[in-house]
């Protein structure tokens, strides 16, 4: 047996041999700080055995690729404990993988609802077992012997995990007292990593099937060093803070009543205000960019829905209504009215590319249990287009696409990154079709010098696509634009153009949205500037507040001038101390307060304090003025008057 070590030497076994003793030839220090191991690119428990040829890397504790090892324990670690503190007989297990920043485990605990005060209590006991350094061993079980195993100790749910297993072999983990069927790998052992913290508690469906019981969720993070989960633990409570959930109502921007609009917003003047300069900076660019303009109906012929394909993969997350006997759809997407306009009359490969956009208002069923703020909902608005040409022209049109992305997101400040989705198992057409649209997706990329990653399997039904996921100012991503290359609604709705030569052709579909949903990428701004949008994009841009009852009248003729010139500004004069409705404003995330009393009066100036709280004595109106409304058309995201 060969095994390529992580010096690049080549050394030869004659029988089975573990990552952790070929880390013990290396050194000691790399084996006490080993978490596990990569083998041909497999993450592998360090002292699993290995038997056959392969390439060999230790991977530290410290390691990016340690993290899935260490959390995966973290997740049994808190397992066992809640096992612990409940009792054995009490607790049935579900699952307990890791997630992007950490980890949970699903819990269906006899006569028990955990509540957040009990996460304590919880995190003591695994204190205790990484403490007590428990041996983690992995064991093996033929499938029928596994799942009477577990049926012995009552775990239901494992039974049935078990039983969805096509292997003729199962694998289990055991530390301590504790035993859990998994894949894994695990660290060697419990002690080896300390810095953790259970972070929430959720209900969940087995399986995520609401026919399924409610289980009961607990999240958690872990970190291989203390200022690693200390930097989370901060970015987390200043999240809290940032919630749009939170935020939004108190900033009178939306709501939702959950009573009779689950899932679907209802936006205040303030919030209105917000999305109508979105749509406008779209509208903008969208014109630069050379996309005309279109509408088309909310509800459509369940025969429009047949054809298109979304009856057969996306029914379940439509809306139905009938109406003398036929059906109809609440759209869940625009394509199909885009297709409708395209068929409107006959196309020449002169008018192509053509390029269509709307703002187009969408309904998707979504669980009750995923809705979650403006980011999971069941209405939104999509500013959507679809793009019509030719297949030499498809690499130059996602190309152009990208240039439009770069300056959209440029204008918040947004970085990203892009992924590839390739062909899913439920798709329509051909594998070679598939293979052309997935090459010039690709090439567009390469040309625009844009890196990515491949999400395999991860493709619309009807084509491929890439999603460019923005980074907010804590560091966290958000999936908005998206990109989809698509062969197939041309030929089911059998699109034609005249090409030069006289024949019939089928021009390729590009399905595109850039903020996705503006009502997510609202959510997403409202968190990523804390409610303090830059000026251009606040609701209020100016308050005027008199220090007295004297200084209304001139606060008016302040407010009626700063009208005038397009900045959107309230007079505050309501009957309560200066300092309040300077802390009021404060509050509401207004840019700009300008405070008038009888020294402005006199000498026909105004005071300016920000709302980060810098204050600018005796300017003039016309100074201020001519800088806000500079801020205002280049649509900064800093103040003028830093």
């Given at each position: 047996m060969k095994i390529k070590l992580p010096d690049g030497n080549i050394k030869e076994y004659d029988s089975a041999v573990t990552p952790g003793q070929i880390a013990k030839e290396i050194s000691e220090g790399l084996y006490r700080n080993a978490a596990g191991a990569i083998v041909n690119n497999q993450l592998w428990d360090l002292e699993r055995p290995i038997d056959f040829d392969c390439e060999l890397k230790i991977i530290k504790l410290t390691d990016p690729e340690a993290?899935?090892?260490y959390r995966h324990t973290m997740s049994h670690i808190m397992a066992q404990a809640v096992m612990r503190v409940y009792g054995a007989d009490k607790v049935k297990f579900g699952i307990g993988p890791t997630i992007e920043n950490g980890f949970y485990y699903d819990f269906d605990i006899e006569g028990v609802k955990i509540a957040e005060e009990d996460l304590p209590k919880i995190e003591e006991e695994m204190k205790n077992i990484i403490k007590e350094d428990y041996k983690i061993e992995r064991f093996e079980m033929k499938k029928?012997?596994?799942?009477?195993?577990?049926?012995?100790?009552?775990?239901?749910?494992?039974?049935e995990l078990i039983e969805d297993i096509p292997d003729e072999k199962v694998s289990f983990y055991k530390q301590g007292d504790f035993v859990d069927l998994c894949r894994g790998p695990h660290l060697p052992s419990t002690g080896k990593v300390k810095?953790?913290?259970?972070?929430?508690v959720s209900g969940a469906y087995w399986r995520g099937n609401e026919k399924n019981p409610m289980l009961q969720r607990i999240y958690g993070t872990a970190f291989a060093k203390k200022e690693e989960l200390d930097e989370y633990l901060k970015m987390i409570e200043e999240a809290k803070k940032r919630d749009h959930r939170k935020l939004g109502p108190q900033l009178e921007l939306f709501f939702i009543n959950t009573d009779v609009a689950a899932g679907m917003p209802i936006f205040l003047p303030y919030g209105m205000t917000v999305l109508n300069q979105l749509m406008t900076l779209s509208r903008e660019l969208h014109k630069k960019y050379g996309y005309t303009e279109v509408g088309t109906p909310l509800i459509m012929h369940e025969k429009l829905w047949r054809q298109s394909g979304h009856w057969d993969h996306y029914k379940n997350n439509m809306y139905f209504t009938e109406k003398e006997d036929v059906t109809y759809a609440v759209k869940p997407m625009n394509c199909p009215g885009h297709i409708l306009i395209y068929k409107n009359k006959p196309v020449s490969y002169r008018e192509l590319p053509m390029r269509l956009f709307e703002f187009g208002r969408v309904h998707r069923y979504e669980r009750g249990g995923v809705l979650h703020g403006l980011l999971r909902v069941r209405t939104f608005t999509q500013d959507d287009a679809h793009i019509f040409c030719r297949e030499d022209q498809m690499v130059d049109e996602v190309s152009d696409i990208v240039r439009f992305i770069n300056e959209l997101y440029g204008v918040f400040g947004f970085s990203y990154r892009a992924t590839l989705s390739t062909m899913p198992e439920d798709h329509m057409?051909?594998?070679?079709?598939?293979?052309?649209?997935?090459?010039?997706?690709?090439?567009?990329?390469?040309?625009?010098?844009v890196p990515y990653e491949i999400a395999e399997g991860e493709g619309a039904?009807?084509?491929?696509?890439?999603?460019?996921?923005?980074?907010?100012?804590?560091?966290?991503?958000?999936?908005?634009?998206?990109?989809?290359?698509?062969f197939q609604m041309p030929e089911r709705f059998e699109l034609t153009y005249k090409d030069s030569d006289g024949s019939e052709r089928r021009p390729v579909m590009i399905h595109r949205a850039l903020y996705g949903s503006i009502e997510r990428f609202f959510g997403i701004l409202i968190e990523h500037f804390a409610g303090a949008f830059p000026t251009w994009l606040a609701p209020v841009q100016a308050a005027v507040l008199p220090v007295s009852e004297k200084f209304i009248d001139y606060a008016r003729q302040i407010a009626s001038k700063l009208d005038?010139?397009?900045?959107?500004?309230?007079?505050d004069d309501k009957n309560e101390t200066l300092g309040y409705r300077i802390r009021e404003n404060q509050m509401k995330k207004v840019p700009y307060m300008i405070i008038v009393g009888e020294k402005e009066s006199e000498q026909s100036l105004i005071s300016v304090r920000t709302r980060e709280g810098k204050d600018i004595q005796g300017i003039q109106l016309d100074q201020f003025i001519q800088k806000i409304k500079n801020e205002i058309s280049m649509r900064s995201i800093k103040s003028s008057l830093e």
């Open positions: 993290v899935d090892i029928a012997e596994a799942i009477e195993f577990m049926k012995q100790r009552g775990q239901v749910y494992k039974v810095y953790f913290k259970l972070l929430s057409g051909d594998e070679a079709t598939w293979a052309k649209a997935t090459e010039a997706l690709k090439n567009a990329l390469e040309k625009m010098n039904f009807y084509g491929p696509k890439i999603d460019f996921h923005v980074r907010d100012v804590l560091g966290r991503e958000w999936q908005c634009a998206t990109v989809q290359m698509d005038a010139e397009g900045i959107r500004v309230e007079v």
